[in-house]
């Protein structure tokens, strides 16, 4: 079994609709999670944190965690153009080291 | 102003060569990594230092090896380089072991 699975995608999302991602994670005592964005030919850019079950918001990004279903997802709302990237979910392992998925790929259709 | 920075963005040379990346970090974070990002776009932890410590060594060939001279500054040193060697190598740092990290740009690397 993988560390961090996500929907390898592509998914392709109309300007303006929400855009859902989602990941699920194996070590049942992991306390943190990230989500990164990845333009192509570029390096992975840090846009949430989230360590709490609940949602967190912030602006057009709203992350969610249920640790009982170890499963955190991503929502992109108002999607734009400039959204298309590749999304990674990364897990803080074992206390110290992350571990990411494969990375779901966001096209916004303008 | 740049906050992780690599050296070189790109780099192409033979099989059998000796070759270094550096990197460096104006953030004032303590932990610095090595990452893998091969062609699939899969994202690997290589290594990673705490305070010039070696905290990470995944499975890793020993051709590879890291040097951290200081906390602002990880190396990466690869001998007898390999066709699978061929990917890009991402540094990044973190103030707090694990948590959230900041990349630099990237050094592609291509062996021919």
């Known amino acids: 079994q993988k560390e961090v699975e996500q929907n390898s995608g592509p998914l392709s999302v109309p300007e303006g609709a929400i855009a859902s991602l989602n990941c699920t994670y194996s070590?049942?005592?992991?306390?943190?999670f990230f989500w990164y964005r990845q333009y192509s030919g570029k390096s992975p850019e840090l846009i949430m944190s989230?360590?709490?079950?609940g949602d967190k918001e912030d602006g057009r990004f709203t992350a969610q965690l249920n640790k009982a279903s170890q499963y955190v997802s991503l929502l992109i709302r108002d999607s734009q153009p400039s959204d298309s990237a590749t999304y990674l979910c990364?897990?803080?392992?074992?206390?110290?080291?992350?571990?990411f998925g494969a990375g779901t790929t966001v096209t916004v259709r303008a | 102003d740049t906050a992780v920075s690599q050296t070189p963005k790109y780099l192409v040379t033979q099989m059998g060569n000796d070759k270094s990346i550096k990197c460096e970090q104006n953030?004032?974070?303590?932990?610095m990594y090595w990452y893998k990002q091969d062609s699939k776009k899969f994202l690997k932890i290589m290594f990673s230092?705490?305070?010039?410590?070696?905290?990470i060594n995944e499975t890793v060939p020993n051709r590879f090896s890291p040097k951290s001279p200081d906390k602002a500054h990880l190396n990466l040193h690869i001998n007898s380089l390999e066709l699978g060697d061929s990917a890009v190598y991402f540094c990044?740092?973190?103030?707090?072991?694990?948590?959230?990290?900041?990349f630099g740009p990237g050094t592609r690397l291509t062996v021919l």
């Open positions: 990044a740092s973190s103030q707090d072991v694990g948590n959230e990290q900041f």
């Open positions: 070590d049942r005592v992991s306390q943190s």
């Open positions: 989230i360590y709490s079950n």
């Open positions: 990364a897990v803080k392992i074992n206390d110290y080291k992350l571990s």
């Open positions: 953030l004032g974070h303590d932990t």
């Open positions: 230092y705490n305070n010039k410590e070696l905290i």
